[in-house]
Each structure stands twice: as structure tokens, then as C-alpha cells.
């Protein structure tokens, strides 16, 4: 079965150990991973000021049909997440929240649980714990209570989605 293309949004300095974890656990398949920026081009982008960081951001939202906020401890009070969060809402794309405080971070601890963003909560986002298993059923799911056309049919009319999508 193909993937979504998925963003993902974090708190960059505390969490990225954790968020990359993620990204390598082969839960989503690394080509479809959209906005994915290492530390150098985030760095270069954020001398250049916020006009540059937007101009990033919305450079990583392209073709992406989901949105996975990586929530840890302070997540909630970042207004890039909060940015990425309000991007992702407008163009429509399916937005959850994983909650990734255990996940060790490079020291082998763990986090205490954030908060979870205020926009998540406004517009009714489903937040899950961490799971590797998981992860790709909770995407797809997202992308189909967007409106998005089931990739497992392979149809945006597909009657067994419609049906599902409220319980989703």
C-alpha cells in the first residue's frame, strides 16, 4: 500500500533526538517524509528571520496530506509548531498529535509529558502515545477525517470511509 506524504512539527532544539527517532523507526516510509530539515539549514534559516523560517515551512508543507505534531515537553508554547499547526489546518491537511515524551532522548532519558497544543485541542485532533505500530494506521486515518481519498481503495468515494470516517 502507498503512504502519505506527512509533515512533521516539533519543538527543534529539545526534542530533536526524539522526532528523529520517529523518523527512523520505519513506521512511515523515509521518501514520503515532507519538510524534514537538518540542523544546518534550520540554523542558516533562522539568521535570515521569520520570513525565511515561513518560507520554510510552507516549502515542507507542499504536497503533504498529514500533519504528525510531535508533542514532548514544551512543544505547546513553540509559535513555529503553533505556525506549522495553523498552515497544516489551512491547506487542509489531516493533523494529529503524538505524544513522544518516552522516548529516550541521545543522554537515555526521558521527558516529562507537555501539554498538548492548544490548536489541536480547538479543532477536535486526535493525540495518541508513541507507538511504532501504529503509527501509519493513525496517518491514514487522519488524512481520511480530513476528506482525503483512502489510499487502501484507492478512491475518494470509497462508501466503507465515508461510513468509518466520523467514528475516526
Same mark, same amino acid.
Given at each position: 500500500?502507498?503512504?502519505?506524504?506527512?509533515?512533521?512539527?516539533?519543538?527543534?532544539?529539545?526534542?530533536?533526538?526524539?522526532?528523529?527517532?520517529?523518523?527512523?523507526?520505519?513506521?512511515?516510509?523515509?521518501?514520503?517524509?515532507?519538510?524534514?530539515?537538518?540542523?544546518?539549514?534550520?540554523?542558516?534559516?533562522?539568521?535570515?528571520?521569520?520570513?525565511?523560517?515561513?518560507?520554510?515551512?510552507?516549502?515542507?508543507?507542499?504536497?503533504?496530506?498529514?500533519?504528525? %505534531?510531535?508533542?514532548? *515537553?514544551?512543544? =505547546?508554547?513553540? !509559535?513555529?509548531?503553533? $505556525?506549522?499547526?495553523?498552515?497544516? #489546518?489551512?491547506?487542509?491537511?489531516?493533523?494529529?498529535?503524538?505524544?513522544?515524551?518516552?522516548?529516550?532522548?541521545?543522554?537515555?532519558?526521558?521527558?516529562?509529558?507537555?501539554?498538548?497544543?492548544?490548536?489541536?485541542?480547538?479543532?477536535?485532533?486526535?493525540?495518541?502515545?508513541?507507538?511504532?505500530?501504529?503509527?501509519?494506521?493513525? %496517518?491514514?486515518?487522519? *488524512?481520511?477525517? =480530513?476528506?482525503? !481519498?483512502?489510499?487502501? $481503495?484507492?478512491?475518494?468515494?470509497? #462508501?466503507?470511509?465515508?461510513?468509518?470516517?466520523?467514528?475516526?
Amino acid at each position: 500500500m502507498a503512504g502519505r506524504r506527512t509533515f512533521f512539527s516539533f519543538h527543534y532544539q529539545h526534542d530533536i533526538w526524539r522526532a528523529t527517532n520517529v523518523r527512523n523507526s520505519g513506521a512511515i516510509d523515509a521518501k514520503l517524509q515532507a519538510g524534514w530539515v537538518d540542523a544546518s539549514l534550520w540554523e542558516a534559516t533562522k539568521r535570515r528571520g521569520p520570513a525565511a523560517i515561513r518560507q520554510l515551512i510552507e516549502q515542507g508543507l507542499k504536497n503533504t496530506s498529514v500533519t504528525v %505534531v510531535l508533542i514532548g *515537553a514544551h512543544t =505547546a508554547e513553540r !509559535p513555529w509548531v503553533r $505556525h506549522e499547526i495553523t498552515k497544516s #489546518l489551512e491547506r487542509g491537511n489531516g493533523v494529529i498529535g503524538v505524544r513522544i515524551h518516552r522516548i529516550k532522548d541521545k543522554e537515555g532519558r526521558k521527558d516529562r509529558a507537555g501539554p498538548v497544543p492548544q490548536l489541536l485541542l480547538d479543532h477536535k485532533c486526535k493525540v495518541y502515545n508513541w507507538d511504532r505500530q501504529a503509527l501509519a494506521g493513525q %496517518v491514514e486515518r487522519a *488524512a481520511i477525517r =480530513a476528506g482525503k !481519498p483512502c489510499l487502501a $481503495h484507492d478512491k475518494k468515494d470509497c #462508501l466503507f470511509c465515508q461510513y468509518i470516517r466520523p467514528l475516526w
